[in-house]
C-alpha cells in the first residue's frame, strides 16, 4: 500500500498498486497504423536513414543497373564540370572514411569507375550508345526493366522490415 498525496485538493489516499495488463490486441494494431503516420513520438517510430546511407545505396543500384550518370548523380546531358562536381560530391558522401556504412568501399569503387567512363571522352562516347540501345531495348520489353530493379514493396527486404518494425512495437509495447 502507498500514500498518495494530491496537491490540488490537499488530500492524501491511500492506494493499493495495481497489477500491470498487456494492452488489447487493438491497441498494438493501432500503435503500428499511427506510426506509419508518423503519429507517434521518435522512439516509437522506425528510424529514418542518414544521407550518406542514401546515397551508397544509390551509388550501388544505379552501378548495379548499368546506370553511371545515376551513379555519381549527374544528368547525361552534362558538361565535364558538371561531372567532375557530382562526381566529388559523391565521393564525399561515400568515402569509406567519413561514411560508417559496411558497403561504403565498394559504393566509393563503384562511383569512381563510372566517372573513369564518363570522363574519358572516347569511352563516354562508347557508354551512350551502349546505354541508347539499352534504353530503346527496355522501352520495347519493360519485363526485361523490371529484373534490373530493386525488389518492389513486396519484396524480401520490405516484408523483413515490416517484421521487425512490428517485434520491435510489440516488445516495446510489452515492456512499457
Not at 55 to 71: I, K, S
Not at 129 to 138: D, V
Request: with cysteine; aromatic share 8%.
Amino acid at each position: 500500500m502507498t500514500l498518495r498525496i494530491d496537491l490540488v485538493t490537499a488530500s492524501i489516499a491511500a492506494t493499493t498498486k495495481m497489477p500491470r495488463r498487456r494492452p488489447p490486441p487493438q491497441t498494438v494494431l493501432l500503435l503500428l497504423l499511427a506510426a506509419q503516420a508518423n503519429a507517434l513520438p521518435k522512439w516509437v517510430r522506425w528510424p529514418g536513414k542518414t544521407k550518406e546511407q542514401k546515397a551508397v545505396e544509390r551509388v550501388l543500384n544505379e552501378f548495379e543497373r548499368d546506370e553511371f550518370y545515376g551513379c555519381i548523380g549527374a544528368k547525361p546531358s552534362a558538361n565535364a564540370a558538371q561531372l567532375k562536381k557530382a562526381y566529388r560530391a559523391t565521393a564525399k558522401l561515400c568515402h569509406p572514411d567519413k561514411n560508417g556504412d559496411s558497403r561504403a568501399p565498394s559504393a566509393f569503387d563503384a562511383a569512381r569507375d563510372a566517372y573513369d567512363v564518363l570522363s574519358d571522352p572516347d569511352a563516354r562516347r562508347e557508354y551512350d550508345r551502349r546505354r541508347q540501345a539499352r534504353l530503346r531495348e527496355e522501352k520495347k520489353n519493360p519485363k526485361k526493366k523490371a529484373r534490373l530493379e530493386p525488389s518492389g514493396p513486396l519484396g524480401k527486404a520490405w516484408r523483413y522490415r515490416v517484421w521487425v518494425f512490428m517485434s520491435w512495437v510489440l516488445v516495446k509495447t510489452l515492456l512499457a
